[in-house]
């Protein structure tokens, strides 16, 4: 499992969806009762980073021993 936590104190009161959105696997899921990001599929992460990068309030934490350098493409 690579993303380990999503803070529910850091994302509830935000529930802006911008992790959601950005998670190309559909890992992470809108909890719309709670008004809070949720880890749904962690088995299918591919530590791609992009939910951490677009999490405006830095609610979600990569599993460190599952973590890599992130790559970029030259543009």
């Known amino acids: 499992m690579a993303i380990s936590n999503i803070d529910p104190e ?3 009161g935000s529930g802006c969806g911008e992790c959601v959105e950005a998670c190309l696997m559909d890992v992470i899921r809108l ?42 493409a030259w543009g």
């Open 10 to 12: 850091l994302c509830l």
């Open 31 to 72: 909890d719309e009762d709670e008004d809070l990001a949720v880890i749904k599929y962690p088995a299918d992460c591919q530590i791609c980073y992009l939910c951490q990068v677009y999490c405006p309030v830095e609610a979600i934490t990569i599993t460190p021993q599952a973590s890599r350098p992130i790559v970029l």
